[in-house]
């Protein structure tokens, strides 16, 4: 059966690094508590002179295809992951293909969170699986830093979220690349980890212009340990899901690239799963939580880094808000 196969990653990061020591001068919170509790020692944000959504992907985009040896010409279809938007609407494919200057093909928008680029990844892979297209564009893209509350009431939110873009081009191919992905969601926890405003359930008469003096809505709400307890089941669950289907075990994994979510909960994941240091691929100290971009941006400075071999078996997994969970199991 056709197959697809990962055949270039790349990703783009702002250059403006923001430490938790300068957090600290923003609101009440310290470095000591911030590398304790989530592991995070700096994150990116966006320059709003350069860095839009749309641009950062397009910088991750001609990595990945440099590395591939490919050309924007190419790619046939765009699957883009983000809650971050560049607009409101219409969705950043769109713009990512304008950047691209690939006028007429397709692109598809993703919001499912955290968990965007597995669901993205796994769109390919049924575009190519069925023969639609032979080479799809899969990107995971944030700037969050802009809906952050930077007071100490937004503190639990605005030490971890940070900006970035991560690409993969997918390809057909005979071998097996992509053995399986598994996708999940719980709507009953939607409000557990949100961004209330522009939505639609807000009626007319409070969209009027004194009512957004009150911009509470347009900032990350999350019940950061609601969020924590199920991440560690749900992760735990839809690995050996996907190991389960695979006729594999536990030992079978050559590396995990978990969603860079909290550092904690990867060590978790880690333990629960006897990985070796070198067998979880963990950036989350430099770069934050940066939502559907931690997974492509991981895989990328992964494999600059050597750490995806030929027939390696490489995990990745991710949970967020939705709840969304996913997972899939490559062959590299
Ligand atoms: O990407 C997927 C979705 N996100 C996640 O997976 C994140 C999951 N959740 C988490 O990572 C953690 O819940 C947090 C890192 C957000 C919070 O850690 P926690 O250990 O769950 O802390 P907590 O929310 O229980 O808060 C403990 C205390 C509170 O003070 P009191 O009430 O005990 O006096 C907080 O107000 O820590 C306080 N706190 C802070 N203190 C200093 C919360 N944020 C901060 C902060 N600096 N930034």
Not at 181 to 207: I, M, Q
Not at 228 to 238: D, G, L, Q
Not at 241 to 260: F, R, S, T
Request: glycine share 8%.
């Amino acid at each position: 059966m056709r197959a697809s196969k990962i055949v270039g990653l790349g990703h783009y990061v702002p250059e403006q690094v923001v430490t938790n020591e300068y957090l600290s001068t923003l609101m009440d919170t310290n470095d000591a508590w911030i590398v304790e509790r989530t592991g995070i020692k700096e994150r990116r944000w966006m320059n709003p002179a350069t860095d839009t959504v749309g641009n950062m992907a397009a910088k991750a985009t001609r990595m990945a295809l440099q590395r591939a040896n490919l050309t924007e010409k190419d790619i046939e279809f765009i699957v883009f992951a983000t809650i971050t938007s560049d607009y409101y609407f219409p969705g950043s494919g769109v713009i990512l293909q304008r950047e691209l200057g690939l006028e007429g093909i397709g692109a598809l928008d993703i919001k499912n969170a955290c968990s965007g680029f597995i669901y993205a990844l796994s769109i390919a892979d049924q575009f190519i699986k069925t023969g639609m297209y032979k080479t799809v564009l899969v990107i995971g893209a944030e700037i969050q830093s802009t809906a952050l509350d930077v007071t100490t009431r937004g503190r639990n939110t605005a030490v971890i979220f940070g900006d970035g873009a991560g690409a993969a081009i997918l390809q057909a191919s005979d071998k097996a690349g992509v053995l399986s992905t598994h996708l999940h969601a719980d709507g009953r926890f939607a409000e557990e980890l949100y961004v209330k405003d522009p939505g639609s359930s807000r009626p007319r008469e409070e969209r009027q212009p004194e009512q957004f003096l009150d911009t509470s809505g347009f900032k990350v709400h999350m019940n950061g340990n609601q969020v924590f307890k199920h991440a560690v089941v749900r992760f735990m669950e839809v690995i050996n899901e996907a190991l389960a289907a695979n006729g594999m075990k536990k030992e079978d994994i050559n590396l995990l690239v978990p969603h860079q979510a909290n550092l904690r909960i990867s060590q978790y994941i880690q333990e629960k799963l006897a990985l070796r240091d070198d067998q979880v691929y963990n950036n989350i100290m430099r770069y934050g939580n940066t939502t559907a971009a931690s997974i492509p941006i991981a895989m990328s400075e992964a494999w600059a880094e050597g750490k995806m071999k030929e027939n390696d078996v490489i995990c990745l997994a991710a949970f967020g808000s939705g709840f969304t969970w996913a997972s899939a199991l490559i062959r590299w």
